[in-house]
């Protein structure tokens, strides 16, 4: 499948590889994109276009694509998204805090007076928004798009904690009573450390967090009771807890939130946008028996479930663009701060390049100022931890989209 582009700079219908093979020989049409694999015609010609629906499944780690006919799949992708901001976020604040501490001892106190603007989102939404706004827009830009259809869901995370909760029950949750989430906590636990059980009769008792506070909050199902004796040693490397932190719902948190958000943002540019929901999606998958896969789910959101699947797909993954990170963490020997900033170009390589190494295509995960980069597949998967730069040929330049053709249908995650 080979997408067109008109003179004129508007999507057409694809082709097949036939047919774009002898445009480009009689120069009749140029390459303007590797992958997906786009030509531009060098000549005027009628915009003739069939229906094409785009089916979006929505979701917090991993969006499925399918633009669709109504007896074939034009277009079908597999995008997985950033999960870092979060952590990146925590890290910059350490770091600062630490530094304004080194550098200004005393600093005037700032009150929490400035309101955030209307319709404000976190940072790590926001991008996540952004990403699935970018993804359908790239799609519009090689696919004569009529119609988009989005699969969002809603979570009542109150209903999923406790099955028989109704009426006034959802203004009284777990913490009612209690002044902050550390009394509750002990409260929970009756006051006792839930590693020895009392045995070291250590009468002073701390909240833990059994995920770091950095990407697992203050929430109760990530804080646990110990004694001051257990506490210490644990942080100590001296014991380890078995214990697991309970259910997260940062992911149906992600989706109630972005939900309309993301459909409001849609509609906004694109004029034919409309809404469907996971119970409708799985119901269509299985009377068509269709297994289940972010971009089979895409298709049935699309509404073509029977539409001749693709032999391949692309997968996409989200990155971030530079690492801005100033000093190193660690104080190396003589109470000296390295730089973190790395060269932008490494014998000419950028990271998350596109290169070939033999007959495969891979990226460039790792550089070293010595010539030797790792190279991986968007799935992780090692190609070569170390080889040398002058056996690489750059085919793409890196960007915040990554992405690479994939020749089976993937698994669901």
Same mark, same amino acid.
């Given at each position: 499948?080979?997408?067109? &582009?008109?003179?004129?700079?508007?999507?057409?219908?694809?082709?097949?590889?036939?047919?774009?093979?002898?445009?480009? +020989?009689?120069?009749?049409?140029?390459?303007? !994109? +590797? %992958?997906?694999?786009?030509?531009?015609?060098?000549?005027?010609? =009628?915009?003739? %276009?069939?229906?094409?629906? $785009?089916?979006?499944?929505?979701?917090?780690?991993?969006?499925?694509?399918?633009?669709?006919?109504?007896?074939?799949?034009?277009?079908?992708?597999?995008?997985?998204?950033?999960?870092?901001?979060?952590?990146?976020?925590?890290?910059?604040? *350490?770091?600062?805090?630490?530094?304004?501490?080194?550098?200004?001892?005393?600093?005037?106190?700032?009150?929490?007076?400035?309101?955030?603007?209307?319709?404000?989102?976190?940072?790590?939404?926001?991008?996540?928004?952004?990403?699935?706004?970018?993804?359908?827009?790239?799609?519009?830009?090689?696919?004569?798009?009529?119609?988009?259809?989005? =699969?969002?869901?809603?979570?009542?995370?109150?209903?999923?904690?406790?099955?028989? &909760? *109704?009426?006034?029950? @959802?203004?009284?949750?777990? *913490?009612?009573?209690?002044?902050?989430?550390?009394? @509750?906590?002990?409260?929970?636990?009756?006051?006792?450390? *839930?590693?020895?059980?009392?045995?070291?009769?250590?009468?002073?008792?701390?909240?833990?967090?059994?995920?770091?506070?950095?990407?697992?909050?203050?929430?109760?199902?990530?804080? &646990?009771?110990?004694?001051?004796?257990?506490?210490?040693?644990?942080?100590?490397?001296? &014991?380890?807890?078995?214990?697991?932190?309970?259910?997260?719902?940062?992911?149906?948190?992600?989706?109630?939130?972005?939900?309309?958000?993301? @459909?409001?943002?849609?509609?906004?540019?694109?004029?034919?946008?409309?809404?469907?929901?996971? @119970?409708?999606?799985?119901?269509?998958?299985?009377?068509? =028996?269709?297994?289940?896969?972010?971009?089979?789910?895409? /298709?049935?959101?699309?509404?073509?479930?029977?539409?001749?699947?693709?032999?391949?797909?692309?997968?996409?993954?989200?990155? +971030?663009?530079?690492?801005?990170?100033?000093?190193?963490?660690?104080?190396?020997?003589?109470?000296?701060?390295?730089?973190?900033?790395?060269?932008?170009?490494?014998?000419?390589?950028?990271?998350?390049?596109?290169?070939?190494?033999?007959?495969?295509?891979?990226?460039?995960?790792?550089? +070293?100022?010595?010539?030797?980069?790792? $190279?991986?597949?968007?799935?992780?998967?090692?190609?070569?931890?170390?080889?040398?730069?002058?056996?690489?040929?750059?085919?793409?330049? %890196? !960007?915040?989209?990554?992405?690479? /053709? /994939?020749?089976?249908?993937?698994?669901?995650?």
């Amino acid at each position: 499948m080979v997408y067109v &582009i008109s003179i004129e700079g508007k999507p057409l219908m694809p082709c097949k590889e036939a047919k774009a093979r002898k445009l480009l +020989r009689d120069n009749k049409a140029k390459v303007i !994109k +590797r %992958t997906p694999f786009t030509i531009q015609l060098l000549f005027v010609c =009628e915009n003739i %276009t069939q229906p094409i629906t $785009l089916g979006i499944d929505a979701g917090s780690k991993k969006i499925g694509i399918s633009a669709t006919t109504e007896t074939k799949e034009l277009y079908a992708s597999e995008v997985t998204l950033r999960n870092d901001i979060v952590d990146n976020l925590a890290s910059r604040r *350490q770091f600062r805090r630490t530094r304004r501490n080194r550098k200004t001892r005393y600093r005037k106190a700032r009150f929490m007076n400035r309101k955030k603007s209307e319709g404000w989102l976190a940072h790590s939404i926001r991008q996540k928004i952004e990403t699935h706004l970018k993804v359908v827009s790239d799609v519009h830009k090689i696919l004569p798009i009529s119609k988009i259809i989005v =699969e969002t869901a809603s979570f009542d995370i109150q209903k999923i904690k406790n099955p028989e &909760i *109704q009426g006034e029950q @959802y203004q009284q949750g777990e *913490q009612l009573d209690f002044w902050n989430v550390r009394e @509750y906590v002990l409260f929970r636990d009756n006051h006792v450390c *839930q590693h020895c059980k009392g045995k070291t009769k250590d009468k002073i008792l701390n909240v833990h967090h059994i995920e770091s506070r950095k990407i697992g909050g203050d929430a109760p199902n990530n804080l &646990i009771t110990l004694c001051e004796t257990c506490h210490k040693k644990h942080h100590a490397g001296e &014991i380890e807890l078995k214990v697991k932190r309970g259910t997260s719902f940062k992911d149906a948190a992600f989706m109630g939130i972005m939900r309309w958000g993301f @459909y409001d943002k849609l509609r906004e540019i694109y004029p034919d946008v409309s809404m469907t929901y996971g @119970y409708i999606t799985k119901n269509t998958r299985i009377r068509n =028996e269709l297994e289940k896969s972010h971009v089979v789910d895409a /298709r049935c959101v699309s509404g073509n479930p029977q539409a001749e699947p693709l032999p391949s797909f692309f997968l996409q993954k989200s990155v +971030r663009k530079r690492n801005r990170q100033l000093h190193k963490a660690t104080i190396s020997k003589g109470g000296k701060r390295k730089s973190n900033q790395a060269p932008k170009y490494v014998h000419g390589f950028q990271l998350f390049d596109k290169v070939l190494f033999g007959n495969q295509e891979c990226f460039v995960f790792g550089r +070293r100022s010595s010539g030797y980069f790792d $190279l991986r597949l968007l799935d992780g998967s090692k190609v070569h931890a170390s080889t040398s730069y002058k056996k690489l040929k750059v085919l793409e330049k %890196t !960007k915040t989209l990554l992405i690479e /053709r /994939r020749r089976a249908i993937p698994p669901i995650a």
